[in-house]
């Protein structure tokens, strides 16, 4: 009877140093989404922060000026942690002194209106408030 019992013991031995079955891979059941073709508007915007994030002093050029505050506006909107480290407390005073949110739909709205004839800054300046008002 030993015999038996140690026979046992050691086909059980055997059973749990064997691997265990792997489970089988997911099966994806839905095609990859394919990439999404860039906007008129997304191109448009790229360039702007391209161009603008480039720079380190605001332009003179009062149209460009505005612009460029909205880009750094932009940026700096992404760079809080939320945490009111001395960080976010810096960046929260420099997004004060560039005035941005309102303060810079109120310069756009005020250039719109003192440039009324020209059309190139208005067309400008139209999509800057496009992209900023809900």
Request: with cysteine; glycine share 4%; hydrophobic share 45%.
């Amino acid at each position: 009877m030993s015999r038996i019992i140690t026979m046992g013991l050691a086909a059980l031995t055997l059973a749990a140093c064997q691997p265990a079955a792997q489970p089988a891979a997911p099966v994806q059941t839905e095609a990859p989404a394919a990439p999404q073709a860039e906007t008129p508007e997304d191109a448009a915007w790229r360039a702007l922060e391209d161009r603008y994030l480039a720079m380190n002093v605001q332009p003179t050029n009062p149209i460009d000026a505005v612009e460029w505050r909205e880009v750094r506006c932009n940026f700096l909107a992404g760079e809080i942690g939320g945490d009111n480290s001395a960080q976010d407390r810096a960046v929260q005073a420099r997004m004060e002194e560039l005035r941005c949110g309102d303060g810079v739909l109120e310069d756009a709205r005020a250039l719109k209106a003192s440039h009324v004839s020209d059309t190139a800054a208005v067309a400008r300046l139209d999509a800057l408030l496009a992209r900023n008002e809900y």
